[in-house]
Structures are given as structure tokens and as C-alpha cells.
């Protein structure tokens, strides 16, 4: 068989690229290995849920307030007014998805990817067996690679592909307690303190029964574990049953190309399509597998390799400005702890609140209130200017 696409990665990016194509009556394979699960706080936005169709049954926990800690230890608790985070557990998510789009119709492939190459009967994906550890090639007309930041595709195929920036994030899956006076079942907290991360944040993140306990870093020599073991301790959670840990490198930037001209085409964290600041991947991910799957469809339509960068102009459309201003953040107070108090002091405005959440539930910038932008923005400047004393509330 010929098929139309190989899809590289079945994570979310890759499975709901597959899932799209599958579904438009295209022939998929998807290739994945079995058995990694990526480090990840889960969270994901009510758009996820209705943009992708999720069950209910996925989402193991529905968030309503989000506490952001200084390092100073204050804590400025935000509501979530007119929505929730909702929680989902990537070892149970990221394999429903795959199973949809092998209901739809692509094919599943085990194993790992080894590299592509082309000759006058076509382009090929050698990858090597997971059951039988022999290697196999599979002939298609397209490529998405969806094989996440350390892209074997994107090093091999794009420009750039090589040089994609990231941090590490590491976490521990534990056994979640009930409510004790450092954790609660319905609240995230997001933990901007140097001794945890100097340059990132930790997180403790409810996921039912279990919870998210981690952090990230670009800095080399950080001793993640110890990190993540102190969160822990400060959180309460020291003793709490450890059940997986994992660590995995999150892009920082979206590349600047996404495509080889030819046959090929980046989606999701092969892409670098992580929300600056924050970090968020699970709803861009997803994102960049449609927007790839729909630039994958006019390419087979048209048979013009061109069609291919449809994808990074469709993301960067309804999403560049958001990253840009979620760089800026960053940038601004991700250097100090002296810049991190500031941010949590800044957390305590309700504009800055309201603003914040309903622009991460409905993945855009809010326009419709004016002055509540130009407050937000005076006193941005106020406090990146030390015009405001640290103990601002």
C-alpha cells in the first residue's frame, strides 16, 4: 500500500492529525512507540474540549482557582470565574486519541523512527519494529512529523530543525492526599520561586486520585529531582506514594519554517508549538496537528508541495500575537526573583485576572474591554519600572 500520509508521533498533535485525515477518507498510517508518556501538568482549556470532541470521561479533575506563589511565599489566589481548567491524565489522553484515529481509520505502526528516504518509486519511512525489533518501510506521498521537541524529522528534513530552544520539564505522578492545608483537590498551583526553578516555575496540579508535581528549567546543572523533591516538601506532599516519574525537553519558540518544500510537514512540539510563559502544549499540539492535517489535504489535492506551509500560516494567524505577548511576559519576569514578586504582586489585580483566564479559555487575546487593558498595561510598566513597591497588593 502507498498511503497517503505517515504521520511520525502519536501524541496529541500527531493522533489528531491522523484523526483529521483518517476521517476526510485519506489512507493514514500512524507510528508511534508504545509506552512513553510525556511529562505534563495536563491542563487543558474548555476549548480544547468542544474545538476536539473530548469525553467527559477523560477529564479527571475541573479546576476553579489557580494559586500563584511567590518567592516570598506569598500566595494570590484567582478564581475561575465562568469556566475551569480541566485536568486530564496523558497516560490514559494521549491513547484515547490515538485509539480515535485508529477508529477512524489509520493505521497504528509500533516502533521507532529511523529516518526517510526517497527514490523514483517514492518516499519511504524506515522505522524498526517494536514486537519483532526487525526494520520495516512503509511507502507515502506525505510526512507529518509529530515526534516531538528533539524532532528526528525536523532535525533530518527542515532548516532549523536542529537549533529548536527548550527547557526540561520534569514531574512525579504521586498518589494525591484529600485536602490538607498545602494541597487542594480543586485548585492548581503555579510556584515562581528561584529555588525551584530560576528561570521557569513549579507546578502541583490535582489530577483526581493523583496529582502533577514538577518543574522546569533551561539552565544546565539544576538538579531536577531535588527540585521537584523540595516542591514536594513545601507543598506537603513528601510522603505521598510516588507512582511514575518523567522528564522530557519542551520547545520554546515555534520554528520559523515547518515545512521541507517536498513532502514533509512539522506539527505540535517537532514545530517548537509551546506557549511561551506558560508553557502550555496540550491545545497547540492539537492545534498544530489540524492546521498540518488541513495543509496536508491541499497539498494531495493540488499536488503542490507549496500547499504544505499552509500549516504555519494558519496557526501563526489565530495565535502569533498571543505567543508574542506571552514571550514578553516571560521575558520581562522569568529573570529574577525580584522580577517573580513582581508578577505575583501584579496577579492580584482583577482585570489582570479576568483578562488572564478568559483569554486561556477561549485561546485569544481579549479586545472587548479597553481600559482594562490600559490599567493592566500602566501598571506592568509601574512595576517593571520599581515604581511600586514589592508588597504592592
Same mark, same amino acid.
Given at each position: ?17 491522523? !484523526? ?5 477518507? !485519506?489512507?493514514?498510517?500512524? +507510528? ?14 474548555? $476549548? ?50 490515538? %485509539? ?49 521537541? =528533539? ?22 505522578? /504521586? ?31 490535582? !489530577? ?13 546543572? /539544576? ?20 507512582? =511514575? $516519574? ?65 500549516? $504555519?500560516? +494558519? ?53 472587548? $474591554? ?9 501598571? %506592568?510598566?509601574?512595576? +517593571?519600572?520599581? +515604581? ?6
Amino acid at each position: 500500500m502507498i498511503y497517503d500520509v505517515v504521520v511520525i508521533g502519536g501524541g496529541p498533535s500527531g493522533a489528531t492529525a491522523a !484523526h483529521d485525515l483518517a476521517s476526510a477518507g !485519506h489512507r493514514v498510517a500512524m +507510528l508511534d512507540r508504545a509506552g512513553r508518556i510525556k511529562p505534563c501538568g495536563g491542563a487543558i482549556p474548555p $476549548r480544547l474540549i468542544a474545538d476536539f470532541n473530548i469525553p467527559d470521561h477523560q477529564i479527571v479533575a475541573r479546576i476553579q482557582t489557580a494559586r500563584m506563589i511567590s518567592p516570598t511565599q506569598r500566595a494570590v489566589d484567582i478564581p475561575i470565574e465562568n469556566g475551569f481548567v480541566g485536568m486530564v491524565d496523558r497516560e490514559h489522553f494521549d491513547e484515547f486519541l490515538r %485509539n480515535r484515529a485508529a477508529g477512524s481509520g489509520a493505521i497504528r505502526l509500533t516502533g521507532t523512527f529511523e529516518k526517510i528516504e526517497r527514490d523514483d518509486s517514492g518516499t519511504h519511512v524506515l522505522y524498526r519494529d517494536k514486537a519483532s525489533g526487525e526494520k520495516r518501510r512503509v511507502t507515502t506521498k506525505l510526512v507529518i512529523g509529530a515526534d516531538g521537541a =528533539r524532532s528526528g524529522v525536523a532535525k533530518a528534513e527542515v532548516p532549523g530543525g536542529d537549533k529548536i530552544p527548550y527547557v526540561i520539564a520534569y514531574h512525579e505522578i /504521586i498518589k494525591a492526599p484529600a485536602k490538607t492545608a498545602g494541597y487542594d483537590p480543586m485548585r492548581c498551583d503555579v510556584i515562581y520561586d528561584g529555588r525551584i526553578s530560576p528561570d521557569f516555575y513549579g507546578w502541583v496540579f490535582p !489530577h483526581g486520585d493523583q496529582a502533577s508535581v514538577g518543574m522546569g528549567t533551561g539552565i544546565d546543572g /539544576i538538579n531536577l529531582k531535588q527540585a521537584t523533591a523540595d516542591l514536594r516538601a513545601a507543598s506537603g506532599l513528601s510522603d505521598c506514594e510516588t507512582i =511514575r $516519574r518523567e522528564g522530557a525537553p519542551i520547545p520554546l519558540r515555534p520554528m520559523d519554517r515547518w515545512d521541507n518544500g517536498r513532502d514533509v510537514v512539522l506539527a505540535g512540539d517537532a514545530a517548537g508549538v509551546v506557549a511561551p510563559s506558560s508553557g502550555e502544549g496540550i491545545y497547540y499540539a492539537m492545534v498544530g496537528g489540524r492546521v498540518a492535517a488541513t495543509a496536508a489535504q491541499a497539498a494531495l489535492a493540488s499536488g503542490k508541495a507549496s500547499d504544505l506551509r499552509l500549516a $504555519r500560516k +494558519l496557526f501563526m494567524k489565530d495565535h502569533k500575537m498571543v505567543f508574542r505577548v506571552l514571550r514578553s511576559m516571560q521575558d520581562a519576569y522569568y529573570k529574577s526573583d525580584e522580577r517573580r514578586e513582581r508578577f505575583v504582586s501584579l496577579c492580584h489585580d482583577v482585570d489582570v485576572q479576568r483578562l488572564t483566564f478568559e483569554a486561556y479559555m477561549n485561546k485569544k487575546l481579549v479586545r472587548a $474591554r479597553p481600559m482594562a487593558h490600559l490599567r493592566i498595561g500602566v501598571k %506592568n510598566l509601574a512595576h +517593571l519600572l520599581r +515604581l511600586v513597591p514589592q508588597a504592592y497588593v
